[in-house]
T-cell receptor, first 109, second 114 residues
Framework: GQSLEQPSEVTAVEGAIVQINCTYQ??????LSWYQQHDGGAPTFLSY????GLEETGRFSSFLSRSDSYGYLLLQELQMKDSASYFC??????????FGKGTTLSVSS | EAQVTQNPRYLITVTGKKLTVTCSQN?????MSWYRQDPGLGLRQIYY???????DKGDVPEGYKVSRKEKRNFPLILESPSPNQTSLYFC?????????????FGPGTRLTVL
């Protein structure tokens, strides 16, 4: 079946670096996206990797390896406001977008 | 401002009473979809639409209906709601095609079925 697997929880302290991994199994793979969701809010787009390699957007970076069916989101210089859930997503059958179950990141001072 | 709107934001209803959650986007996006989010289960797709009059089932379509008569609107219909449909619902849109990156989400509708 089609699925994306990611850790359920990650904890870190302010100023640290954290990596959230995502392994996927989908048909017709086009790229891997990452979304952030604060408690009770709507998911918001963070990044997208269509090709292998690293994409950097400010403190956040995302990496994709198609040969390994693997990607990760790297968050640097962590701040308290980064405490949220992070989802990886990829196209599934047709144009449906499949999401992982999410990783809850807790940042402490 | 580019946005996806949903109404209502909060709804408490009773079993069997038909309801509709509206969704509208102002970005002229072809692709729209509905998700439900439940603790520990992440975002699960209910239905999606690739354009006007084109809809398809997602992972959890049972008990739901949708329609896409206009490009901007994609209402979610629960003909006979049941307590297991208590959830947080999100509408989303994107420009179209599986290679498109950004998907925009509405603010969510928290539904409780008693």
């Amino acid at each position: 079946g089609q699925s994306l697997e990611q850790p359920s929880e990650v904890t870190a302290v302010e100023g640290a670096i954290v990596q959230i991994n995502c392994t996927y199994q989908t048909s017709g793979f086009y790229g891997l996206s990452w979304y952030q969701q604060h408690d009770g809010g709507a998911p918001t787009f963070l990044s997208y990797n269509a090709l292998d390699g690293l994409e950097e957007t400010g403190r956040f970076s995302s990496f994709l390896s198609r040969s390994d069916s693997y990607g990760y989101l790297l968050l640097q210089e962590l701040q308290m406001k980064d405490s949220a859930s992070y989802f990886c997503a990829a196209p599934g059958a047709g144009t449906a977008l499949i999401f992982g179950k999410g990783t809850t990141l807790s940042v402490s001072s | 401002e580019a946005q996806v709107t949903q109404n209502p934001r909060y709804l408490i209803t009773v079993t069997g009473k038909k309801l509709t959650v509206t969704c509208s986007q102002n970005m002229n996006h072809e692709y729209m979809s509905w998700y439900r989010q439940d603790p520990g289960l992440g975002l699960r797709q209910i239905y999606y639409s690739m354009n006007v009059e084109v809809t398809d089932k997602g992972d959890v379509p049972e008990g739901y209906k949708v329609s896409r008569k206009e490009k901007r609107n994609f209402p979610l219909i629960l003909e006979s709601p049941s307590p297991n449909q208590t959830s947080l619902y999100f509408c989303a849109s994107r420009a179209g095609g599986p290679s498109t990156d950004t998907q925009y989400f509405g603010p969510g509708t928290r539904l409780t079925v008693l």
